[in-house]
């Protein structure tokens, strides 16, 4: 079974950084390019990176370019989210998510939720 | 990266059929047939319902088909049952090697 389990969410201050983790299991994780999608608390879903098989070819959405970093760890089966910079608008749950099928997500976790407030 | 246009709310009474559009650009829907479309119920992680525009995974249900005319796409679900109340959202890969959702409409099952 497919499984993608968030971490690292919590509260953090306005241009603290926080980094996410995402264990993936039940299927071979080097083999599929992976993303992150976040959804502000009552929301619609806002598409946020993604990254290659072996980490080679990033890309980011405009509202975070430049402040957060994708990355993977394929020996460990673990994806990253490096957040900086971070400010109140970044306050969402935030879904690791596999691209199981060409360009298209087919599965999620659960999401982490990051809060950013002093 | 604009998101893609969906109508806010939609509603039907139980067996009628239900349509969901999503208006994009020449840039994202109209340029690619890589439109999916996902289900969410509240708090729970989205479902996967369409992909490539009109194809359904394994497991989702034949009542849900998908469409794309220009630069719209539309998700249409038949028999409408009582479980299918949820958000819907759409999703498109664009020119810039990115990707960019919908805003998300809410159906109501009456």
């Known amino acids: 079974e497919v499984q993608l389990v968030e971490s690292g969410g919590g509260l953090v201050q306005p241009g603290g950084s926080l980094r996410l983790s995402c264990a993936a299991s039940?299927?071979?994780?080097?083999?599929?390019?992976m993303h992150w999608v976040r959804q502000a608390p009552g929301k619609g879903l806002v598409w946020v990176s993604r990254?290659?098989?072996?980490?080679?070819?990033?890309g980011y959405g405009d509202s975070v370019k430049g402040r957060f970093t994708i990355s993977r760890d394929n020996a460990k089966n673990t994806l990253y989210l490096q957040m900086d910079s971070l400010r109140a608008e970044d306050t969402a749950v935030y879904y690791c998510?596999?691209?199981?099928?060409?360009?298209?997500?087919?599965?999620w976790g659960q999401g982490t939720l990051v809060t950013v407030s002093s | 990266q604009s998101a893609l246009t969906q109508p806010a709310s939609v509603s039907g009474s139980p067996g009628q059929s239900i349509t969901i559009s999503c208006t994009g650009t020449s840039s994202d829907v109209g340029g690619y047939n890589y439109v999916s479309w996902y289900q969410q119920h509240p708090g729970k992680a989205p479902k996967l319902m369409i992909y490539?525009?009109?194809n359904r995974p394994s497991g989702v249900s034949n009542r849900f088909s998908g469409s794309k005319s220009g630069n719209t796409a539309s998700l249409t679900i038949s028999g409408l049952q009582a479980e299918d109340e949820a958000d819907y959202y759409c999703s498109s890969y664009t020119s810039s090697s990115t990707w960019v959702f919908g805003g998300g409409t809410k159906l109501t099952v009456l």
């Open positions: 039940g299927f071979t994780f080097s083999s599929y390019w």
């Open positions: 990254i290659n098989r072996d980490g080679s070819s990033t």
């Open positions: 490539d525009v009109t």
């Open positions: 998510a596999r691209e199981g099928i060409v360009a298209t997500i087919d599965c």
